[in-house]
């Protein structure tokens, strides 16, 4: 089993960054595929980028791809979701996941998730 807590979030301005962190404790961390979901006001929990067991590989939604990069530092048991040029349609609560699927990008898919933080883009 393993425990999550992400950090980072907060209010930005549309155009500017944000880098969220998801911090992992119990079972190794390198034995998991890591996941960033979202859920919006009123929206479904959607994908976001997910990144293989070494973080050799990821893959991204449409909707990042090119403005997000999530990366993991695996001696450290985190992993990071760095967010640029940030749009008002990405406020969303980001929810860090872990699972043993890869590539993953269902919910159904991840068997761990923690408790999200709030990300906030003003216009």
């Known amino acids: 089993q393993v425990q999550l807590a992400e950090s980072g979030g907060g209010l930005v301005q549309a155009g500017g960054s944000l880098r969220l962190s998801c911090a992992a404790s119990g079972r190794a961390f390198s034995s998991y595929v890591m996941g960033w979901f979202r859920q919006g006001p009123g929206k479904e929990r959607e994908f976001v980028a997910t990144?293989?067991?070494?973080?050799?590989?990821?893959v991204y939604a449409d909707s990042v791809k090119g403005r997000y990069t999530i990366a993991r530092d695996i001696a450290k048991n985190t992993v990071h979701l760095q967010m640029n040029t940030l749009k008002p349609e990405d406020t969303a609560v980001y929810y860090c996941?872990?699972?043993?699927?890869?590539?993953?990008?269902?919910?159904?898919?991840?068997?761990?998730w923690g408790q999200g933080t709030q990300v906030t883009v003003s216009s």
């Open positions: 990144i293989s067991w070494s973080g050799s590989s990821t």
């Open positions: 996941a872990a699972g043993e699927k890869w590539p993953a990008r269902l919910v159904d898919d991840y068997h761990y």
